[in-house]
């Protein structure tokens, strides 16, 4: 069953990362680069301070870089305990897929830390701003998809590999936005 399981992934990232053209691949180069969502992450700590003060913005702070380090280390933990080859290090897939980057990353991609944290964040300000800003979270959900989608393009994760980050993050990132919000009531925020 696994086995089965995981030849599906395998032919999945071979559609999906046969898609991609030229045209597109400077899109999703961009869009794979972490420090390239900084626009996004200081609107975030804007609309935290608008909405929440310098203490909640300090909380929030807090909370989200213990998030990106819990999904972070985890995915780390799970790519050397579990050991599944990334696609362009797989000798399988490796010679028929399209390898965008010019380096493939670590050995082993079982499960994308970009995918958790972008869906980790995003979860965690859906929560935080559910009622206060408008539309941000179909916001954050696209953009989190976008950045979990750029690792099957690019060629470095298989699709389970992101759909499990990217629970992992969601998970994460609502059980971090309570605690934020339990710290916002124990301090007054």
């Known amino acids: 069953m696994l086995e089965q399981l995981l030849q599906a992934d395998k032919e999945l990232f071979l559609f999906l990362n046969g898609l991609g053209t030229e045209t597109w691949d400077g899109f999703w180069m961009f869009m794979t680069t972490t420090r390239n969502s900084a626009p996004l992450y200081l609107l975030l700590l804007y609309l ?3 909405n929440f003060g310098w203490k909640g913005t300090g909380i929030v702070l807090v909370a989200i870089a213990l998030l990106i380090t819990c999904t972070d280390q985890l995915s780390n933990f799970f790519k050397y305990g579990i050991g599944r080859l990334r696609p362009c290090h797989d000798p399988e897939v490796s010679p028929v897929m399209r390898l965008v980057k010019s380096y493939c990353g670590g050995q082993f991609g079982y499960f994308s830390a970009h995918a958790a944290n972008s869906f980790g964040p995003a979860i965690f300000f859906t929560v935080m701003f559910k ?17 979990a989608y750029s690792r099957i393009y690019i060629g470095v994760h298989y699709p389970l590999d992101v759909v499990t980050g990217a629970l992992i993050g969601s998970l994460f990132g609502w059980l971090f936005a309570k605690l934020a919000i339990f710290a916002f009531q124990k301090t007054g925020v």
């Open 48 to 50: 935290s301070y608008r």
């Open 131 to 147: 009622h206060k800003v408008k539309y941000i979270s179909w916001v954050l959900l696209l953009w989190a998809c976008i950045v």
